[in-house]
């Protein structure tokens, strides 16, 4: 049953990925922009300009370069059999085609950069591990804060408790990331600098002249609390309003009746029947942290995937972004398989069929 279920998800996943890459790709290619002229300059002569959109494929039909483009991104593609086709994909040669192609097994191929001529995967890699360790510690701030706030609110109902979360809940949805961090940078990192030792701007590993990149933990609680906002305010909304839903069950109450203590009528009854839509959310933020760090990433000058890709974007740096996007909709299509298996694992009712 398992097994069918993941092959059916991994099968709808694949459309998915495959529909991002032609809507992203047909987008960027009918932009008034010439990439090669970016690469080179708005002086650039034409012999260069033409050398540049050779080196790329960009001299090709935009259909041509689309097919060429999926046959880099699928892990079963026909190349060249040469040895400087061989370095560039890392392929393994399966059967030939013909006396100079054959078809091959690789790892997806993302191209290189048109601005640094750095392979796309290696640039992304360099900042995921970044972009993750924010995103996941804006999350465990959103999880732990957001159900105890939710679970409070639910159980003091009507109360200054309950008015107080409503309240930041509300705020927190409403504050959009960018301004949100533009606040905090400036009170936290600028005005109060003396009190919390933060800074304004900075990424998780920081330049030493004396010893090299360093480690700077303090440079991520500004940022992980500006993305942790809107995940916090949306957990807290959906926890109250879905343990109150339960808290008026007839099974709480006939638990009450026994005799139960309070923390275990709502830590072991309520809360596990209450947290089904909490993980939906959770999974679903923790996916949409890694697109809306952009913005974020942006303003505090954390060097992570949303940073990069917006300065991909600046000088129509098309592999990179085509890159970055899809990495996040792989992150959507991961998350969302786990969601479903989390779910069966939490609640028995959830069957895969």
């Not at 494929?57 to 040895?83: C, M, T, W």
């Not at 909709?329 to 969601?339: E, G, H, S």
């Amino acid at each position: 049953m398992i097994i069918n279920y993941l092959l059916r998800k991994i099968g709808y996943s694949l459309a998915v990925m495959l529909g991002i890459v032609v809507v992203v790709f047909f987008l960027f290619n009918i932009l008034p922009v010439d990439p090669a002229r970016m690469t080179q300059g708005q002086r650039a002569d034409v012999q260069s300009l033409e050398a540049v959109r050779k080196e790329f494929g960009l001299d090709k039909p935009v259909p041509v370069q689309f097919l060429y483009y999926l046959n880099d991104l699928s892990p079963i593609g026909i190349h060249e059999r040469s040895a400087e086709e061989q370095e560039r994909y890392g392929y393994i040669k399966l059967f030939p085609v013909s006396a100079t192609h054959a078809v091959c097994l690789k790892w997806p191929y993302l191209r290189r950069s048109y601005q640094t001529h750095k392979d796309v995967a290696e640039l992304l890699m360099q900042v995921i591990p970044n972009t993750l360790v924010l995103a996941v510690l804006a999350m465990l701030m959103a999880i732990v804060l957001g159900i105890l706030l939710g679970v409070l609110s639910a159980v003091h109902q009507n109360t200054w408790i309950d008015r107080l979360a409503v309240g930041f809940s509300v705020l927190g949805i409403s504050a959009p990331s960018f301004f949100a961090g533009i606040i905090i940078a400036w009170l936290f990192g600028f005005v109060w600098n003396r009190y919390t030792g933060l800074n304004m701007t900075g990424s998780l590993y920081s330049y030493d002249p004396f010893k090299g990149e360093v480690l700077t933990w303090s440079n991520v609680i500004l940022p992980a609390v500006t993305l942790g906002l809107r995940p916090l305010a949306i957990i807290v909304q959906l926890t109250r309003s879905s343990m109150l839903e339960v808290l008026g069950q007839d099974f709480i109450r006939t638990a009450k009746a026994k005799g139960l203590s309070r923390n275990t009528v709502i830590y072991r009854h309520a809360l596990p029947n209450a947290i089904n839509p909490v993980i939906t959310a959770i999974a679903n933020w923790f996916a949409s942290l890694l697109a809306g760090s952009f913005f974020v990433e942006y303003v505090f000058g954390y060097n992570g995937l949303g940073k990069v890709t917006v300065d991909a974007l600046e000088m129509s740096d098309f592999p990179v972004i085509i890159g970055s996007i899809l990495f996040i909709a792989f992150i959507f299509v991961i998350i969302n398989i786990m969601v479903d298996v989390i779910y069966v694992w939490i609640d028995p009712r959830v069957k895969f069929s």
